[in-house]
């Protein structure tokens, strides 16, 4: 638990530090309160990746101190990060590193990953045996795609304040458990330093919103998260590669359904933004009760007040992945079961016939 307080307390400050500091990072400030994604109606520094970055850096360093055995392999995994961050960062201060631009550099990243870690995906595993995946030709660009859809699918969750936060230290905790059963010290001590800096930052982010993620942010932990699944499955074949992916499977599906919506049911490009995510939908048609008009301080109860629901939802794949990481049958069904509950609440929702569950009445 040294390295997750380390990094707690490393990003609470640093990140306290660039929230003061903001007003001197105009380019920086989310000024836009007019897109089809935007729930705020101040200015926010959207660099909240910048102290996240820092202080697992810092905290990477002390750990290679402590344990210099770990000194590689920590290098390797905060260098490939760093051109995942790059784009994202920069996006963030400049508005001007295209979506495609960032995606490439994310699987640039996965691909250094690929050379430096050897992050790869050689197997997968089925209820009765394990499939090999011998050949780099299949190998390499597989790795590359999940790595960099990890990470860009978590910028798609982002949409909330606290919502992608949450269920990135949700999954990264898990990431841990799982490296703690299996002896693998190198996957617990990073996961633990990721979801230590994100929970410093979430105190900040949750509820009011003072600092948002970012593009950076995100691009971080979702390739943190992507390479430490692929390295926790790979270097232990006991843990089921259906862990990583009923794990991982929130993000994963939001943004598999999403490019289907765009593509085929809206005839649109899957890089264009809109307001239809399941979160977005949450907060327009469930959470309503919350706001009687639409001003500052009911909006950003309201957005608050959105991030629960996809929390709840999440651990529905995160707590069976926890329990059930060595039984590939039990996480297959599970990955089913969590398809088919996510298909049927989003039509639900979009039908205005949400779950009862769901639905929270105004009080009078």
């Known amino acids: 638990m040294f390295s997750f307080l380390l990094s707690f307390i490393a990003s609470a400050l640093l990140t306290l530090l660039v929230i003061k500091e903001a007003r001197l990072h105009g380019p920086a400030l989310d000024a836009n309160f007019d897109g089809v994604q935007k729930v705020h109606v101040h200015d926010v520094a959207r660099i909240g990746g910048l102290p996240i970055f820092v202080a697992v850096a810092l905290s990477s360093a002390i750990s290679i101190w402590r344990v210099p055995v770990l000194s590689d392999l920590l290098l390797a995994l905060l260098a490939c990060a760093a051109v995942a961050f790059a784009g994202g960062i920069l996006e963030d201060y ?31 595993d089925l209820p009765f045996a394990s499939w090999a995946l011998p050949y780099m030709w299949i190998t390499l660009p597989l790795t590359v795609l999940a790595v960099a859809g990890i990470a860009n699918a978590v910028n798609i969750i982002d949409g909330f304040n606290g919502l992608a936060s949450v269920v990135c230290i ?54 943190m998260l992507g390479e430490l699944a692929l390295l926790l499955v790979m270097r232990n074949p006991q843990v089921s590669t259906w862990y990583a992916a009923l794990l991982l499977i929130y993000p994963t ?62 651990l529905m794949a995160v707590i069976p992945a926890t329990v059930f990481w060595r039984q590939t049958w039990v996480l297959m069904i599970s990955c089913l079961l969590f398809i088919g509950s996510y298909i049927w609440i989003y039509v639900r929702i979009v039908r205005f016939k949400a779950p009862r569950w769901m639905i929270r009445h105004k009080k009078h």
């Open 94 to 124: 400049t508005g001007r590193v295209s979506p495609t631009r960032r995606l490439l550099l994310t699987m640039a990243a996965a691909t250094l990953g690929y050379f430096l870690l050897d992050a790869r995906i050689d197997r997968l």
């Open 253 to 314: 599906f939001e943004t598999l359904f999403s490019v289907y919506r765009r593509m085929f049911v809206r005839g649109k490009s899957p890089a264009m933004p809109d307001g239809i995510h399941l979160h977005s939908l949450i907060f327009r048609r469930i959470v309503q009760w919350a706001v009687g008009r639409k001003e500052a301080r009911a909006l950003i109860r309201r957005n608050s007040l959105t991030s629960p629901y996809l929390w709840l939802f999440s």
């Open 170 to 223: 949700c999954m990264l905790l898990s990431l841990g458990y799982v490296a703690l059963q299996v002896n693998d010290m190198f996957v617990l001590i990073a996961a633990l330093m990721v979801a230590g800096a994100t929970a410093g930052f979430l105190i900040w982010n949750y509820p009011v919103g003072l600092i948002f993620l970012g593009d950076g942010g995100a691009y971080f932990i979702g390739f």
